[in-house]
């Protein structure tokens, strides 16, 4: 039985989920995470293909998407951390660090 639409459907929905997520909230930790659920519906769109079409490359290039994924996460989670100790709020309407 051929899963593949399912999985694709899934995976569009989730997209779109992490999309809506960055278009509407304001707080960076919530655009953080819709940022990682937009990653993770490209990863089980690598998969489900790779499942597919019966090649492991697809797998393999989730692995390495997954840990550029944990090391943004990281640096993300440490720059948002930082700027909250020095504004007192993590809404990125009023971040300004970058402007002069």
């Known amino acids: 039985?051929?899963?593949l639409p399912f999985y694709l459907i899934v995976s569009a929905f989730m997209f779109f989920t992490g999309v809506i997520g960055v278009m509407t909230r304001r707080n960076a930790i919530i655009v953080f995470m819709s940022i990682e659920l937009m990653l993770n519906s490209a990863n089980l769109t690598f998969v489900a293909f790779s499942?597919?079409?019966?090649?492991?490359s697809g797998q393999v290039f989730v692995f390495f998407v997954m840990a550029v994924a944990a090391a943004e996460a990281a640096v993300g989670l440490a720059i948002i951390i930082s700027i909250y100790r020095n504004k007192m709020t993590a809404n990125i309407d009023e971040i300004n660090i970058l402007k002069w």
């Open 1 to 3: 039985m051929n899963l």
């Open 51 to 56: 499942s597919f079409l019966g090649n492991v």
